[in-house]
């Protein structure tokens, strides 16, 4: 049973949410702000975080980065919860680490099926060989990966989105297909969420000087090569 951290400070929402939530058979914790949360991670991990991106004190888009930038939390799957429903807002939230972007007012049906398929992508593969290509290795089983001997640090679906490249190279993929094969089908996730996972996934790369293995194909999408 996969635990989830709930960070909001509306009991209305708060109470919604965990209701939903426990019925669909996940473990809930609740904490009202980015202190609190912090305190509830430092007591026991969860397994994904839903997090109010407007927050009493430190907001929840300060919270993510601060989560992502630790490497104790950075595997944390994120789920920001917001009445910011503008794209450049849902960009700035994924940019900050998060793997979803709720917009406000949504369903509880809508947001288990998001923490879901969020749990689903983020699972590690396992029973897979490890793959390799120009000193990158990818491994699914420990979900390490290196280049040229030295460790990379990445978030899970970066992860995911890394070793579907690998596992599938000199193809393009365009952000619909991307969509489908990374995060899944029936997932409500917009096709501009793949842009904002490739630049952390080439930053991710760029310290073993692999970034460039991803590359940009100009009106069809990506592909991974090594040639």
Same mark, same amino acid.
């Given at each position: 049973?996969?635990?989830?951290?709930?960070?909001?400070?509306?009991?209305?929402?708060?109470?919604?949410?965990?209701?939903?939530?426990?019925?669909?058979?996940?473990?809930?914790?609740?904490?009202?702000?980015?202190?609190?949360?912090?305190?509830?991670?430092?007591?026991?991990?969860? %397994?994904?975080?839903?997090?109010?991106?407007?927050?009493?004190?430190?907001?929840?888009? %300060?919270?993510?980065?601060?989560?992502?930038?630790?490497?104790?939390?950075?595997d944390i799957?994120?789920?920001?919860?917001?009445?910011?429903?503008?794209?450049?807002?849902?960009?700035?939230?994924?940019?900050?680490?998060?793997?979803?972007?709720?917009?406000?007012?949504?369903?509880?049906?809508?947001?288990?099926?998001?923490?879901?398929?969020?749990?689903?992508?983020?699972?590690?593969?396992?029973?897979?060989?490890?793959?390799?290509?120009?000193?990158?290795?990818?491994?699914?089983?420990?979900?390490?990966?290196?280049?040229?001997?030295?460790?990379?640090?990445?978030?899970?679906?970066?992860?995911?989105?890394?070793?579907?490249?690998?596992?599938?190279?000199?193809?393009?993929?365009?952000?619909?297909?991307?969509?489908?094969?990374v995060w899944?089908?029936?997932?409500?996730?917009?096709?501009?969420?793949? %842009?904002?996972?490739?630049?952390?996934?080439?930053?991710?790369?760029?310290?073993?000087?692999?970034?460039?293995?991803?590359?940009?194909?100009?009106?069809?999408?990506?592909?991974?090569?090594?040639?």
């Amino acid at each position: 049973m996969a635990s989830i951290l709930l960070v909001e400070d509306e009991s209305a929402i708060r109470e919604m949410v965990a209701m939903a939530l426990e019925r669909a058979g996940y473990r809930v914790r609740h904490a009202e702000s980015a202190e609190d949360g912090e305190a509830a991670i430092r007591l026991s991990q969860p %397994d994904l975080l839903l997090l109010d991106w407007m927050l009493p004190g430190q907001s929840g888009i %300060d919270f993510a980065r601060r989560l992502k930038r630790d490497r104790a939390t950075r595997d944390i799957p994120i789920i920001v919860l917001t009445a910011r429903g503008e794209e450049a807002d849902r960009i700035r939230g994924l940019d900050a680490g998060a793997d979803d972007y709720v917009p406000k007012p949504f369903s509880p049906r809508e947001l288990v099926a998001r923490v879901k398929a969020v749990l689903r992508r983020v699972q590690p593969t396992a029973n897979e060989s490890p793959v390799e290509a120009r000193d990158l290795r990818l491994d699914p089983v420990s979900h390490r990966v290196t280049g040229t001997g030295r460790a990379l640090e990445m978030g899970p679906t970066e992860f995911r989105l890394l070793h579907f490249f690998m596992t599938h190279p000199d193809r393009v993929f365009n952000r619909a297909q991307l969509l489908d094969n990374v995060w899944g089908t029936n997932v409500y996730v917009e096709e501009r969420t793949v %842009d904002v996972h490739i630049r952390r996934l080439r930053k991710a790369l760029e310290p073993s000087g692999h970034h460039d293995l991803l590359q940009t194909v100009r009106g069809a999408g990506y592909r991974f090569s090594a040639d």
